[in-house]
């Protein structure tokens, strides 16, 4: 891989886990004023209308003629679909610390499906770096103060689910990369989560006749904000990012970039919320950084993507 191409897969990595680690914060001020599901459909909403835009345009071509469209259906179902419901819901009943901690296993969820799946192979070195990086999380919210309680629990579960499944994304990607481009797979995902999201938010509406909670949601300023953070930064430019990322990445190293969220979520907390950041705020931060950037330059060997029919491999 060139530098200069190196150099740009840094810069999305960072880009899309700047705007990730800032949903936590937007997502429960959603929370404030709407039940998960009209969240997520609200979220889906935006994200269509903004990918549709382009499409519209001409300036994104999509061409699905052909091509297994059950490959990115399942994808869609594990993400968005899968993976958000249950990060939503969890954090209804965790905390985001929990929800930060739990997440620090995806990359360790990764390594092992990769190693199984797509048989990509780590060193011992990437591994131990995956294992500093995820102590650094777990080490910063620990000292926070998160604690497990037992009223929690259900929360805990879906969160940890939520981080089973961003690594099952991570491996399906990185297979339907081969055959759908990056945007066509943003597309599909952002379609069908936003027709599973809405039609189980109006049925549930419909049945509780309480479709004018909807409408008066697009009055609250607030829960508009959040929404257009959530479902155009949060889901569709960090899903484009994603898909950049795992068509040129390892996936195994790509998952590692998420632990960075959790000192973004730091600053964030620092500037926005005028916490204090103590000592051990910077030292957990050094070893998610340290982590990530082992695990980028350990390397065992040049990176290669499967190409796809008719095509050389990419360096």
Do not use: C
């Amino acid at each position: 891989m060139q530098n200069p191409q190196l150099l740009l897969l840094y810069l999305a990595a960072l880009l899309h886990n700047l705007i990730t680690g800032l949903s936590f914060l937007f997502t429960k001020t959603a929370l404030k004023h709407a039940s998960p599901i009209d969240v997520l459909a609200f979220r889906f909403t935006a994200s269509l209308l903004a990918l549709s835009i382009p499409v519209v345009w001409g300036r994104v071509k999509l061409n699905f003629r052909g091509k297994n469209l059950g490959q990115v259906i399942s994808l869609a179902l594990v993400y968005p679909i899968s993976f958000f419901a249950l990060q939503t819901f969890g954090l209804l009943y965790a905390s985001s610390s929990e929800g930060g901690i739990l997440l620090a296993v995806t990359p360790i969820f990764t390594m092992i499906m990769a190693a199984i799946f797509l048989k990509e192979k780590t060193t011992i070195l990437q591994q131990a770096s995956i294992i500093l990086s995820v102590i650094g999380v777990v080490y910063i919210f620990i000292m926070k103060g998160a604690g497990l309680d037992l009223a929690e629990i259900l929360g805990i579960s879906l969160l940890l689910l939520s981080a089973l499944t961003s690594a099952g994304y991570h491996i399906l990607t990185r297979v339907t990369i081969r055959q759908f481009s990056a945007t066509e797979i943003s597309f599909m995902m952002t379609l069908l989560g936003f027709l599973f999201f809405n039609t189980f938010s109006l049925i549930g509406h419909a049945l509780n006749n309480s479709i004018g909670h909807l409408f008066a949601l697009f009055g609250n300023m607030e829960f508009v904000l959040s929404v257009l953070y959530l479902g155009v930064l949060s889901s569709l430019v960090t899903s484009l990012l994603n898909n950049y990322l795992l068509a040129h990445m390892e996936a195994a190293k790509v998952s590692v970039f998420g632990n960075l969220r959790t000192v973004v979520t730091i600053l964030a907390g620092v500037y926005f919320l005028k916490e204090p950041l103590f000592l051990y705020h910077v030292a957990g931060s050094l070893m998610i950084i340290l982590g990530v950037i082992g695990t980028n330059y350990a390397r065992h060997g040049p990176e290669r993507v499967p190409a796809k029919k008719g095509e050389h491999p990419r360096p």
